[in-house]
């Protein structure tokens, strides 16, 4: 295959050995000797292509850049000429590094100016995300260790690079010839591509082009002043997105002015990595690093007290569960709003190492792991598979005969549950689907979504009936009002909004979280709404008066999920489990919460809205991710980061059964109505339908 470098041709593709395109006629060998094969991609100033050097006996790949004289911005065709020759002398020299491509070619053609590069084998970083999901804390670390000595190479020769991201990083396929590495601290695994951004440091204070992808531009390279320190915010960047798979723009919180990228993260990593990546990503070029040679010195082991013989805490060996010093908890990782997830198996339970102040070890007790009293009732009888991402939410309709299910992958399946089988697909928002609720009487759906808006669904017709919008950022929860007359949505802008369904639009507003809204739910009579946001609080509210009644702040981390008891304590049926008989008092309600601080709780609310703790739970994976009562209010089901659903007792606080068979966290579990089904979705990608007995 030949490949036509003309621009205007309309059928560039010829056959191989034709000298001459059979459409426009323009030559297709350059030099006499480079033939392009494919196009590869499209920059800010040309184009690049595979090509094959003819000239040598085994027709060697490289790459071939062609670029534009008057595009994107370039005013002259001196200046493209100016552009260029730099590129080329920048090339040469940056080149002898084994991890930069080398240049062996540039000159120019028919009015357009051309470099040969060599080719390198292999698959980008951006491709290998995608193929493999998120990168773990070992895999960032070899990244640094990899790359920074490159970056240390390029700024030694004034250069400043500009366009670090993960398409720009090709990992080298390892069938390709060995290179004998004359910097013995590089593994030369990663290689460094297009320089065609990257900038001769004649004068730090001079005012340059804005040049760079917006995702992972440093913000004063946005304003065209690019120094070193540009480079090390953009490997930063480049390092949270692989550790995420999340868009750099969600990972900042523009309302908070600062970086949530630990809120998406999959799993713990070690608090010294992620000192190093927020130092790395700092806004403010005080506070970040001036040089490679502050980050590789920051990445080298901790040295233990002199003649102690205390173990080094070494980067990417275990989170240890307490700081140095400090006594004060690791942060955890967590989700918000459900995120890409990674379906290769739960995440390894974390068990605390000893701390070191000054070279003397203080122990840390282990986590005591919780054990089930029985072996598991409730049997999988479907695991359902058609999502193509995480799944976040699961529903029954209220005659249990139908599961609808929220996925990453921004579909709603429906689900019969006669057979186990997808009945039909809901298609219409335009990112993650958060959470989806069924009205009272089964005939609407609700789903809200990572795009801000609640989507409202005909079940009758099985199709989209119209969308409700007002929130300022990303839809966490959606619930029905039990007579449903009014949904309530949870959002990361910290409100709550409450929406007529009769007109279509919005009722008011309640705004008194300082986080993010998580989990939403109404009282089983409809006197209350409870709401969890990540200020760590659960608030009941008397949403008709648009009235804060109380606030819970008994959990340490993120309130995730809020659900009501099915029953009142008023001493209707079903009949009341033994919690309940135990004086909670008439007209009052059993509440369950969820947190990231590795807790259920259990809270009793009163008629007038007051809130009681009366019991928690913690499992064994640190993080409770939802939360679901069984139909009498005697057990509690928990979804967990290790991929286990925990059933608890409700009365003694004791842990009934463990269920296990999901290769993924937890994210969603709901009972059917009749108590006698529950459905679990997980960062697996599928849905598990469990029941009780054979």
């Not at 640094?144 to 398409?167: A, M």
């Not at 290689?191 to 992808?213: P, Q, W």
Request: with cysteine; hydrophobic share 35%.
């Amino acid at each position: 295959m030949s490949y036509c470098l003309n621009p205007a041709c309309q059928n560039p593709q010829n056959a191989d050995r034709t000298q001459f395109c059979l459409n426009c006629g323009t030559k297709l060998l350059l030099r006499e000797r480079y033939r392009a094969i494919k196009p590869l991609g499209r920059g800010g100033f040309g184009r690049t292509f595979l090509a094959v050097d003819e000239d040598k006996p085994s027709k060697p790949r490289c790459a071939i850049k062609q670029f534009f004289p008057l595009s994107q911005g370039t005013s002259s065709a001196e200046k493209a000429a100016e552009l260029f020759n730099r590129e080329a002398v920048r090339l040469d020299e940056l080149g002898k590094h084994p991890q930069i491509p080398e240049l062996l070619a540039h000159f120019q053609q028919e009015r357009y100016q051309y470099l040969v590069q060599e080719f390198i084998e292999g698959e980008n970083l951006q491709q290998e995300l995608a193929r493999s999901g998120p990168f773990s804390e070992s895999q960032v670390l070899r990244l640094l260790k990899d790359l920074l000595p490159v970056l240390q190479f390029v700024h030694d020769r004034n250069v400043i690079h500009r366009d670090i991201k993960p398409p720009n990083i090709i990992r080298r396929r390892v069938s390709q010839t060995p290179i004998i590495y004359t910097y013995p601290t590089l593994t030369g695994e990663l290689v460094l591509v297009d320089f065609g951004a990257a900038k001769l440091v004649e004068g730090l204070r001079e005012t340059g082009t804005v040049i760079g992808s917006p995702e992972f531009v440093a913000p004063e390279q946005i304003r065209g002043q690019a120094v070193y320190a540009s480079d090390l915010y953009s490997l930063g960047v480049t390092c949270i997105y692989l550790l995420t798979q999340i868009s750099p723009f969600d990972l900042f919180d523009i309302n908070q002015d600062v970086w949530v990228w630990r809120d998406f993260l999959k799993v713990q990593i070690d608090p010294k990595l992620s000192r190093i990546l927020d130092k790395a990503i700092e806004p403010s070029l005080s506070r970040r690093y001036k040089s490679v040679a502050e980050v590789l010195q920051d990445l080298q082991p901790q040295q233990s007290g002199a003649g102690t013989g205390a173990p080094q805490q070494r980067a990417g060996t275990g989170a240890p569960q307490q700081r140095a010093g400090t006594g004060a908890p690791q942060q955890r990782a967590g989700t918000g709003a459900p995120q890409q997830r990674a379906g290769t198996g739960a995440p390894p339970l974390q068990v605390p190492v000893p701390a070191t102040i000054a070279g003397t070890i203080i122990p840390v007790p282990p986590m005591q792991r919780v054990v089930p009293v029985r072996a598991p009732s409730w049997r999988c009888v479907h695991t359902l598979v058609g999502h193509s991402h995480a799944v976040t939410s699961v529903a029954f309709s209220p005659d249990g005969a139908t599961l609808a299910s929220g996925s990453e992958d921004k579909t709603i399946e429906m689900w019969n549950l006669h057979g186990g089988k997808r009945w039909y697909t809901l298609t219409g928002h335009s990112d993650w689907v958060t959470s989806v609720a069924f009205s009272p009487d089964g005939a609407t759906l609700a789903s809200g979504g990572r795009d801000k808006t609640i989507q409202i669904w005909d079940l009758n017709k099985g199709k989209w009936w119209y969308a409700l919008r007002g929130h300022e950022d990303r839809v966490y929860a959606v619930a029905f009002s039990p007579d449903g007359q009014v949904l309530a949505s949870g959002s990361r802008d910290k409100t709550v909004q409450l929406w007529n369904l009769n007109k279509g639009r919005p009722m008011s507003a309640l705004s008194g979280h300082a986080g993010g809204v998580e989990a939403v739910a109404f009282s089983p009579g409809g006197e209350f709404l409870a709401t969890g946001s990540r200020d760590k609080s659960l608030q009941l509210w008397d949403w008709r008066n648009g009235r804060s009644i109380c606030t819970l702040a008994e959990h340490g981390d993120w309130v995730r999920a809020i659900v009501f008891s099915p029953i009142s304590l008023a001493g209707q049926t079903p009949p009341s489990p033994p919690l309940v008989r135990g004086g909670a008092g008439a007209g009052s309600s059993i509440l369950a919460t969820g947190s990231r601080d590795g807790t259920a709780k259990l809270w009793r609310v009163d008629a007038q809205g007051q809130g009681t703790l009366l019991r928690s739970f913690r499992d064994n994976s640190g993080d409770v991710l939802c939360v679901a009562f069984s139909r009498d209010g005697g057990f509690l089901a928990t979804g967990s980061r290790d991929g286990s659903i925990y059933l608890w007792d409700t009365a003694t606080g004791g842990l009934l059964e463990l269920l296990t068979g999901h290769g993924g966290e937890v994210l969603s579990v709901a009972f059917s109505a009749d108590g006698g089904c529950l459905a679990s979705g997980s960062g697996d990608r599928t849905v598990k339908i469990w029941r009780v007995g054979n």
